[in-house]
């Protein structure tokens, strides 16, 4: 994000900051000071350093009966190398509705090492609409990921122990189905073979890994509601099947007991506050395109009890992220959304339109309403599930009146409407104007929230109308393998689950290169899992990757401590 800049910045000739520039002269609050916003008393906030704290599973309890504020989710296209800036008009938002007299809380998920060091760089916000400390959330923060991770391959070395030591349970080693996972991409782990080495190491058998965010237990985290929800979830985890094909769940080794231990802090959400000084809730980190792509149950409902507006974001376009949070995270948690905000810059619109990123700086009215065509697929698929969208236009420097204008005559026509927002630049104050037009939507009582599909229809059923409605695709197909498998978990009273689309975030289709908004496209379903602790199946499409790779110049070439002991690199 460092290198959008506003009209004002250029032709003032002022020096541009860069993101953690300005995350690191941030004037920031003790904790204490952010949670008395939210009435939180201090002896409920579990301090981790001045500036971040965990809020503690008592007061969450004292809380439940409190009336709910408004939810906002905040969405996108999808993402292009342009930049759509989700989390920073998330942050914004919520920064925008507190400069107008609103009580509101964020609600974003934590970021992933992986990315961090392989693409992204961070993942807290950008310019002036940031969350800090910035470079704390970007690398171990409170430590939730490594509880997480150290948890999953707590059950991984249970399993094969269990089998070591005489395997009463009879798990069948040719169909352990429970991968490891760490918080890095690497793909040289994606398929391992394991236990060599002789008879004192177990019984040699393929597997792998993946990246800690794809973990199920990262989703049960992010979807339990209190710490017996969580320990119930963790039990119900399925580790692999008897030769029988009967399944052998973690509770039948006896380490949902001890996961839970691990995880006892991690499920406590973390508090901490934009640059503005306004409260948010960072927690749990599920990926959109692998994972549910949401912040954490607890957080999202916690913040609902104790703030007027909550806003929160769900990962990479409305097609993946959105998707899941209707059809997983508000069917399972009992959320009901009241309005939705789209995130959509020139640019991107630019690139869908055909325009190589080298050449985005150049006006291209024509590029940019054929490109509208991704963004009103996007208001489409959001208005299925009966919340009302609007849609907030990130600005660039680069952005002409003409571009701009085409965008709001487009979204116009789709009868929404589009709102210039500067909030990269500019903060709350160049936001307001869409924070008012949130209130008014959300208060207007016009959402009618309902999942896209009905628990009874087969799993396929599901899938394929995600396919079809979402996606626009022609068909789902699956091998027989794939079918059977499906019927045997629904015999096995798992038919009732939503589904998780694992999929490229870069097209409707399967095909990554793919912008626009293709109709008519298969979608092939290579593999399913069942994810019956976290509560639902995830179906994976095409050639997305489970264990993300490093690209061939990783941002961790650009990150380092500087002379005076500061983190450079980050953005």
Same mark, same amino acid.
Not at 197 to 221: Q, Y
Not at 386 to 413: L, M, Q, R, S
Not at 450 to 474: H, N, Q
Not at 548 to 569: A, M, R, T, Y
């Given at each position: 994000?460092?290198?959008?800049?506003?009209?004002?910045?250029?032709?003032?000739?002022?020096?541009?900051?860069?993101?953690?520039?300005?995350?690191?002269?941030?004037?920031?609050?003790?904790?204490?000071?952010?949670?008395?916003?939210?009435?939180?008393?201090?002896?409920?906030?579990?301090?981790?350093?001045?500036?971040?704290?965990?809020?503690?599973?008592?007061?969450?309890?004292?809380?439940?009966?409190?009336?709910?504020?408004?939810?906002?989710?905040?969405?996108?296209?999808?993402?292009?190398?342009?930049?759509?800036?989700?989390?920073?008009?998330?942050?914004?938002?919520?920064?925008?509705?507190?400069?107008?007299?609103?009580?509101?809380?964020?609600?974003?998920?934590?970021?992933?090492?992986?990315?961090?060091?392989?693409?992204?760089?961070?993942?807290?916000?950008?310019?002036?609409?940031?969350?800090?400390?910035?470079?704390?959330?970007?690398?171990?923060?409170?430590?939730?990921?490594?509880?997480?991770?150290?948890?999953?391959?707590?059950?991984?070395?249970?399993?094969?122990?269990?089998?070591?030591?005489?395997?009463?349970?009879?798990?069948?080693?040719?169909?352990?189905?429970?991968?490891?996972?760490?918080?890095?991409?690497?793909?040289?782990?994606?398929?391992?073979?394991?236990?060599?080495?002789?008879?004192?190491?177990?019984?040699?058998?393929?597997?792998?890994?993946?990246?800690?965010?794809?973990?199920?237990?990262?989703?049960?985290?992010?979807?339990?509601?209190?710490?017996?929800?969580?320990?119930?979830?963790?039990?119900?985890?399925?580790?692999?099947?008897?030769?029988?094909?009967?399944?052998?769940?973690?509770?039948?080794?006896?380490?949902?007991?001890?996961?839970?231990?691990?995880?006892?802090?991690?499920?406590?959400?973390?508090?901490?506050?934009?640059?503005?000084?306004?409260?948010?809730?960072?927690?749990?980190?599920?990926?959109?395109?692998?994972?549910?792509?949401?912040?954490?149950?607890? +957080? $999202?409902?916690? /913040? @609902? &009890?104790?703030?007027?507006? *909550?806003?929160? !974001?769900?990962?990479?376009?409305?097609?993946?992220? #959105?998707?899941?949070?209707?059809?997983?995270?508000?069917?399972?948690?009992?959320?009901?959304?009241?309005?939705?905000?789209?995130? +959509? $810059?020139?640019? /991107? @619109? &630019?690139?869908?339109?055909? *325009?190589?990123? !080298?050449?985005?700086?150049?006006?291209?009215?024509? #590029?940019?309403?054929?490109?509208?065509?991704?963004?009103?697929?996007?208001?489409?698929?959001?208005?299925?599930?009966?919340?009302? +969208?609007?849609?907030?236009?990130?600005?660039?420097?680069?952005?002409?009146?003409? !571009?701009?204008?085409?965008?709001?005559?487009?979204? #116009?026509?789709?009868?929404?409407?589009?709102?210039?927002?500067?909030?990269?630049?500019?903060?709350?104050?160049?936001?307001?104007?869409?924070?008012?037009?949130?209130?008014?939507?959300?208060?207007?009582?016009?959402?009618?929230?309902?999942?896209?599909?009905?628990?009874?229809?087969?799993?396929?059923?599901?899938?394929?109308?995600?396919?079809?409605?979402?996606?626009?695709?022609?068909?789902?197909?699956?091998?027989?393998?794939?079918?059977?498998?499906?019927?045997?978990?629904?015999?096995?009273?798992?038919?009732?689950?939503?589904?998780?689309?694992?999929?490229?975030?870069?097209?409707?289709?399967?095909?990554?290169?793919?912008?626009?908004?293709?109709?008519?496209?298969?979608?092939?379903?290579?593999?399913?899992?069942?994810?019956?602790?976290?509560?639902?199946?995830?179906?994976?499409?095409?050639?997305?990757?489970?264990?993300?790779?490093?690209?061939?110049?990783?941002?961790?070439?650009?990150?380092?401590?500087?002379?005076?002991?500061?983190?450079?690199?980050?953005?």
């Amino acid at each position: 994000m460092a290198e959008i800049k506003s009209g004002a910045e250029m032709k003032s000739g002022a020096e541009v900051k860069s993101d953690i520039e300005i995350a690191r002269a941030a004037k920031k609050k003790p904790i204490q000071e952010i949670g008395a916003r939210l009435d939180i008393p201090s002896e409920h906030l579990l301090p981790y350093g001045h500036d971040k704290a965990k809020v503690s599973a008592e007061f969450i309890a004292e809380t439940r009966n409190n009336t709910d504020g408004k939810l906002i989710l905040v969405t996108a296209i999808n993402p292009t190398p342009a930049g759509e800036g989700k989390t920073t008009t998330t942050v914004g938002l919520g920064d925008g509705l507190n400069r107008i007299g609103k009580k509101a809380a964020i609600c974003i998920r934590e970021a992933s090492l992986g990315p961090c060091f392989g693409v992204k760089g961070g993942a807290a916000g950008g310019g002036y609409a940031q969350v800090v400390p910035m470079e704390d959330m970007n690398l171990h923060f409170t430590g939730d990921f490594h509880a997480i991770t150290s948890a999953h391959n707590l059950l991984s070395a249970l399993i094969d122990n269990h089998i070591y030591w005489g395997n009463a349970e009879e798990i069948d080693t040719r169909r352990v189905t429970w991968r490891r996972v760490m918080d890095m991409n690497d793909r040289a782990l994606r398929e391992i073979v394991c236990s060599l080495g002789g008879v004192a190491n177990g019984f040699p058998r393929e597997a792998g890994f993946d990246i800690t965010v794809a973990s199920e237990v990262m989703a049960i985290l992010c979807l339990a509601t209190d710490l017996k929800d969580l320990e119930k979830r963790l039990g119900d985890i399925i580790v692999g099947y008897r030769r029988d094909k009967s399944p052998v769940f973690a509770r039948d080794i006896k380490a949902d007991g001890a996961m839970t231990v691990l995880l006892k802090d991690a499920l406590q959400p973390n508090l901490v506050q934009t640059l503005e000084n306004n409260p948010a809730f960072v927690h749990g980190g599920p990926f959109a395109n692998i994972a549910h792509g949401c912040n954490s149950v607890m +957080a $999202t409902t916690t /913040a @609902l &009890k104790i703030a007027d507006y *909550v806003v929160t !974001e769900a990962g990479f376009g409305a097609d993946l992220g #959105a998707e899941k949070f209707f059809d997983i995270k508000c069917r399972k948690a009992g959320l009901k959304p009241a309005a939705a905000v789209i995130v +959509a $810059t020139v640019r /991107a @619109l &630019k690139m869908n339109g055909g *325009v190589k990123k !080298e050449d985005l700086g150049a006006e291209n009215v024509e #590029a940019v309403k054929a490109g509208c065509a991704n963004l009103g697929r996007h208001i489409e698929n959001v208005k299925q599930f009966g919340v009302p +969208a609007i849609v907030a236009i990130n600005h660039f420097h680069t952005d002409t009146d003409a !571009e701009i204008e085409a965008v709001k005559a487009y979204v #116009a026509e789709q009868g929404e409407e589009a709102i210039l927002c500067r909030h990269w630049a500019e903060g709350s104050a160049g936001i307001e104007e869409l924070a008012h037009k949130v209130v008014a939507l959300a208060e207007s009582g016009v959402s009618q929230f309902a999942p896209l599909y009905a628990d009874e229809i087969s799993l396929f059923e599901k899938i394929e109308t995600v396919v079809k409605r979402i996606y626009r695709g022609s068909e789902a197909v699956a091998d027989k393998s794939v079918r059977n498998q499906l019927k045997q978990w629904e015999e096995q009273g798992y038919g009732h689950l939503p589904v998780c689309m694992a999929k490229t975030q870069y097209s409707f289709s399967t095909d990554p290169n793919l912008r626009g908004a293709p109709t008519g496209h298969v979608v092939p379903i290579r593999e399913v899992r069942l994810s019956a602790g976290a509560g639902f199946v995830v179906a994976i499409c095409g050639e997305i990757m489970t264990m993300p790779g490093l690209p061939k110049v990783p941002s961790s070439e650009h990150i380092f401590l500087n002379d005076d002991g500061q983190i450079e690199g980050l953005s």
